[in-house]
């Protein structure tokens, strides 16, 4: 038995960086993680998806400009940058940090055995003040006949396969659906996607679900919306069936349904709370009636970000301090990018989110690339930036930005909507010439400003 302050369950990046606050702070802290340090993001999402696509990005944006010629992609070089990037799927470059924040990390799984107690094989951890449950999530497989059987790819099949599928069904047009369907697509992979919905990442703007669809068309892509998938077998090839009763073939099936927490095997019965659901909590990331229980990241179902989990496990580390904490950015506030070309960045409610809240707004849109900076960057590329502004209180409460390397566009947005920043001072707020921030002008002159 050893007996620490605080006792992190996961080694993702929300516990990470929960267990380097508090260690950085003089709390001894261990981490317990049974897969690798890092967690999904580092490892099977976030990393190697954008390692993928960045050079797709870029083959395109190339094109946009003349006097450039790029020849095909060198997707084995590709493949092997990813590799790098992933550090080849070995997380002992990541133990240093946990090193210097003075953070134990303790390896195999970690499940709760009562009050402050977690079990990790033959060894019992004792955290005096809490525990922080952080053990992420999983790629959904949702009960469609024979789908298991099949061995459908994940993210993690999809975002570390050392070879190129010659056909490649992608069930789900989600943001994992939209972008691997573009990476292996530009790749030389005949991709097929298949969507229940009648459009594209349908939670964010009707035009953003328009443009990334046009632009998976012009790359090869089959996009099938308006389709339920009934059957998926495996037989050499694989064979999946659609409500319409069309069938198609594929070498390989990624099945991109969304995700579930993590929350059935880690002894939250010991406690009296039932697995298989998102570990809820409140505002101050803590599990209501456990006043030393406290969930972060993608487990607690709030916002399943990276950046947010981030954001929660400082939040949670600053009150298992004592500090007083106020989780702002939650919900629709937290930004969020999708990483095909065109991108799409947004943050705060859609349009239609806005209205359905019951908010008196008015939306202007202008062309991303519709100024000085577009003859640069994004030349002649579809985008649209859109703002929606709360007329009672005249600040934005949502923002999209789709168009060509817009993701870095996004934060000036989500400054302006978490921080409630008035349309009249950010009329002061002067973007600088010739630089596609020029947007920003260009939005509120059509405001009316």
């Not at 550090?87 to 009050?115: F, K």
């Not at 975002?159 to 573009?182: F, I, K, M, N, Y």
């Not at 077998?233 to 927490?261: Q, Y």
């Not at 870095?408 to 001072?425: F, N, Q, R, S, Y």
């Amino acid at each position: 038995m050893r007996e620490f302050d605080v006792v992190v369950i996961g080694a993702g990046v929300a516990g990470e960086v929960a267990a380097g606050r508090l260690g950085e702070n003089g709390i001894s802290v261990a981490v317990v993680e049974d897969r690798l340090v890092g967690g999904e993001c580092s490892f099977y999402a976030c990393m190697p998806s954008k390692a993928l696509l960045r050079p797709v990005e870029l083959a395109r944006e190339v094109a946009r400009i003349p006097g450039l010629e790029l020849g095909p992609i060198d997707v084995p070089a590709v493949l092997a940058r990813r590799d790098e990037v992933i550090h080849n799927q070995d997380d002992s470059s990541q133990i240093p940090w946990l090193e210097e924040h003075h953070v134990t990390l303790v390896r195999g799984h970690g499940r709760l055995a009562g009050e402050k107690r977690v079990v990790v094989g033959d060894e019992e951890l004792v955290a005096r003040e809490a525990v922080v449950v952080a053990t992420g999530s999983a790629a959904l497989i949702p009960d469609i006949d024979g789908l298991r059987e099949a061995r459908p790819w994940t993210n993690i099949e999809a975002t570390t396969a050392a070879r190129v599928p010659p056909r490649l069904a992608v069930l789900g047009g989600g943001v994992v659906g939209v972008e691997l369907s573009q990476a292996w697509s530009a790749f030389g992979s005949q991709v097929t996607l298949v969507h229940r919905g009648d459009r594209l990442i349908e939670r964010e703007e009707p035009f953003a679900s328009e443009q990334v669809h046009d632009a998976l068309v012009e790359g090869g892509v089959d996009v099938r919306l308006e389709r339920q998938v009934v059957s998926v077998t495996r037989n050499g090839a694989v064979h999946v069936g659609l409500d319409d009763g069309t069938a198609f073939e594929a070498d390989e099936v990624l099945a991109a349904f969304g995700r579930v927490p993590r929350t059935a095997d880690i002894g939250l019965d010991t406690i009296g709370l039932d697995g298989g659901g998102p570990l809820r909590v409140g505002d101050d990331l803590r599990v209501p009636g456990f006043d030393w229980l406290y969930s972060i990241g993608d487990v607690n179902g709030r916002v399943l970000l990276t950046h947010m989990g981030k954001y929660q496990g400082r939040l949670a580390a600053d009150a298992i301090r004592g500090r007083s904490v106020e989780l702002r950015s939650d919900g629709a506030r937290s930004p969020r990018v999708i990483f095909t070309d065109p991108q799409v960045g947004a943050v705060g409610l859609t349009l239609e989110g806005a209205q359905e809240a019951g908010l008196r707004v008015r939306h202007v849109d202008v062309e991303t690339s519709g100024n000085a900076g577009g003859s640069f960057v994004g030349r002649n590329a579809p985008g649209t930036s859109r703002i929606v502004v709360d007329e009672d209180r005249g600040v934005i409460v949502g923002a999209t930005i789709t168009g060509a390397e817009v993701a870095e566009a996004l934060h000036a947005a989500t400054i302006a909507v978490v921080a409630e920043v008035p349309l009249g001072d950010l009329w002061h707020a002067v973007p600088s010439f010739p630089t596609r921030s020029e947007l920003w002008l260009k939005l509120l002159e059509a405001y009316g400003l």
